[in-house]
């Protein structure tokens, strides 16, 4: 293990590119040291956005502990299902065999925050108030144990931590260090947010228990929904209670504010700035401003306003009424899992595929869908054209054979045997003819 792991740092050294290339020896490396590592496949058009970005990663990582490396899944696919690949571009943190998933900004800066993060000490032992403060005002948010080593407490928090730190920020200090801080208990688990702190309630003392604390306190009380939170906020476990407004001064925003940070509703609260993320949740057309109450599970959701009642969004009480009358289920549900709302889902999802497709490699999505389209079209109207002029042939032909026969009241002539026994033609004429001979 020691010399495929020697092997693969002297080939890291000696690449110029800086970004190691994976096969299927890696889970053998990845047990030991620190391995960051971007699952692709060639054809992604994601993937080969990231090729810049990753490029410059591993430049700027080269000579530290982190290794920065990629594996093309579709030459080793056994290995991306050993990790749960399932779309592309997937970007896991390794250390020490234990992985975990990257759900950052795609950027070189994000990127190298989060090595850096990740690969610093699972909890940051602070010595001074001093320092605390500093990760405070470096972090929106900061988990602190308050307490000794030695308490009970500590040890759940530390285990809860190594599953964690990749994604939360984790410190500890002693509590004769913070007694400003006037806590009515230690040991005590702190949050530091939305620039004050909030104390985790003593009935969260078990692992799991504290776990679920971490995730709904590990973003602001009132933070924007966009593609990187919208993961975050679902891990809650609550009910997102969404404001959705044109301008950010406008009053919804400040109001909708006010109730998120009173913390005494059990949703969680977050903005968005236009309805495009909201519309795309609900796959409907929500009117602006709004409050939006959405269900991640069920994906049902419920309005404040329909358009015409616009004074009530504005009103702290009536947002309040409202969150409590959804909670009591008294307002009706909108959208769903119905057979019709999943039809409206796979289309959706289905257009939005197929413009990301163009978006990403316009000339591969005009050669796989535009051209076989417009080739199927034509084919379709040569083939509808040539039977209509078949067709019309054809009637022509039947028209002239008609001309050919008599009418169906001209008088036919009638056929008779003559003395020989040969058949005969009379007609008028010759009966005539043959009168006068007579």
């Known amino acids: 293990m020691k010399y495929i792991t020697i092997l693969f740092i002297c080939l890291f050294t000696l690449s110029s590119a800086a970004v190691l290339e994976f096969d299927e020896k890696f889970p053998a490396v990845s047990k030991q040291g620190q391995w960051l590592v971007m699952f692709y496949a060639p054809w992604c058009g994601h993937c080969k956005h990231m090729e810049p970005v990753w490029k410059e990663l591993g430049q700027r990582m080269a000579g530290s502990d982190v290794h920065v490396g990629r594996l093309d899944c579709t030459k080793f696919s056994s290995i991306a299902s050993i990790y749960g690949v399932r779309g592309f571009p997937t970007i896991k943190y390794f250390r020490d065999g234990q992985s975990f998933d990257y759900n950052g900004a795609r950027n070189a800066p994000s990127l190298v925050n989060f090595i850096k993060k990740a690969s610093g000490p699972v909890v940051e032992k602070l010595q001074s108030e001093r320092l605390l403060k500093e990760r405070i005002s470096e972090n929106e948010v900061v988990f602190s144990f308050i307490g000794t080593e030695v308490d009970e407490l500590w ?34 688990i702190v949050v530091f947010k939305d620039d004050t702190f909030y104390v985790m309630d003593k009935k969260f003392n078990k692992v799991e228990m504290i776990k679920l604390w971490f995730l709904m306190e590990r973003l602001p009380s009132y933070p924007v929904l966009n593609g990187q939170t919208f993961g975050k906020l679902k891990t809650t476990g609550r009910n997102l209670a969404i404001a959705v407004f044109v301008n950010k001064g406008d009053d919804m925003n400040a109001t909708v504010g006010k109730v998120a940070f009173k913390r005494s509703q059990p949703f969680t609260f977050c903005w968005s700035m236009g309805t495009d993320i909201v519309d795309s949740l609900t796959y409907g057309t929500i009117p602006s401003p709004n409050l939006v109450v959405f269900d991640t599970k069920s994906h049902t959701y419920y309005l404040l306003s329909n358009g015409d009642d616009g004074d009530k969004i504005h009103d702290e009480s009536a947002i309040e009424q409202f969150l409590n009358d959804v909670t009591d289920g008294k307002v009706p549900a909108l959208g769903g899992m119905s057979i019709w709302q999943q039809v409206k889902r796979v289309l959706f999802d289905l257009a939005m595929s197929l413009v990301g497709f163009f978006q990403d490699g316009p000339i591969l999505a005009s050669i796989v869908i535009v051209i076989p389209t417009v080739v199927i079209t034509f084919l379709c109207v040569c083939i509808c054209t040539m039977s209509d002029d078949a067709d019309a042939e054809y009637d022509e032909d039947e028209d002239t054979d008609d001309e050919q026969l008599p009418a169906y009241d001209q008088e036919q002539p009638d056929v008779e045997l003559s003395e020989g026994g040969v058949r005969k033609r009379v007609t008028a004429a010759t009966a005539t003819d043959e009168a006068a001979a007579e």
């Open 155 to 188: 040890k759940v928090y530390e285990n809860v931590a190594k599953s964690m730190f990749t994604d939360l920020y984790f410190t500890s200090i002693h509590p004769n260090l913070v007694k400003s801080m006037n806590l009515k208990f230690t040991p005590a």
